[in-house]
């Protein structure tokens, strides 16, 4: 029997993160006395390790060591927004519903993000998705997106093979690793990322809402036998 396993990105594609992830870099910024980027341009690097990120956002002429203060900062924000409870970060619709199904459906289930572990067990617990996910791939356990690491990793934690494994994801970071991995991706047209950029990147189909997953899954994997 061939294992079937689905990888979700976080950010951006099961929960809608960009205001604390926002408010959170902007802080970061304010802090190292730099210009604050704009929200849109935090948006486009969701996804990153967070020094690669903060690297891209800073002026010209920025430093490794300037990033890396910047990447500690954000955490340091980020975690005093958790503490004060100011962090929501929704699930987008339907995030219940396509676990249900697709756990019916026989899929072995996983997360792939550029969170932090901490961040990630707090997110998934907070939203009753504890336990869903039998492996769970984040900044700490392998290089960042769009290396292919931590779906490698992922795959091996599963048991299962490339041909059986798709990604899912509303970045072109998630594409990427995809290709860099060799399993199929999805693209989900509401993140932070257009429709446009993930089907260029090499998305397989891009799906205007969960309930067009499960559909796109089988004939996805029906095409490829």
């Not at 060591?65 to 970060?89: T, W």
């Not at 249900?100 to 289930?109: E, H, P, R, S, T």
């Not at 047209?189 to 799906?207: F, M, S």
């Amino acid at each position: 029997m061939n294992i079937k396993l689905c990888v979700f990105d976080c950010d951006g594609t099961l929960v809608d993160s960009q205001d604390s992830i926002v408010r959170s870099m902007q802080a970061a910024f304010r802090a190292c006395g730099l210009m604050l980027p704009e929200p849109r341009d935090i948006r486009r690097v969701v996804g990153l390790p967070l020094a690669t990120a903060a690297l891209v956002l800073a002026p010209e002429g920025t430093d490794a060591g300037m990033a890396e203060n910047l990447a500690e900062a954000y955490r340091d924000s980020f975690s005093a927004l958790r503490r004060s409870g100011q962090i929501d970060d929704p699930l987008f619709p339907g995030v219940h519903d396509v676990v249900d199904a697709l756990d019916a459906a026989g899929w072995l289930l996983g997360i792939a993000t550029g969170k932090g572990r901490r961040g990630l067990d707090q997110t998934l617990d907070r939203h009753g998705l504890k336990g869903r996910f039998i492996t769970l791939q984040t900044a700490d356990s392998a290089p960042g997106k769009p290396a292919p690491g931590m779906l490698l990793n992922a795959m091996a934690d599963a048991g299962a093979d490339p041909g059986n494994t798709v990604m899912i994801g509303d970045t072109t970071f998630d594409v990427e690793m995809s290709n860099n991995a060799g399993v199929l991706a999805i693209g989900v047209a509401w993140g932070y990322h257009e429709a446009e950029e993930l089907t260029a990147a090499g998305a397989r189909r891009v799906i205007p809402g969960f309930e067009a997953l499960v559909p796109s899954l089988d004939e996805l994997m029906e095409a490829s036998t």
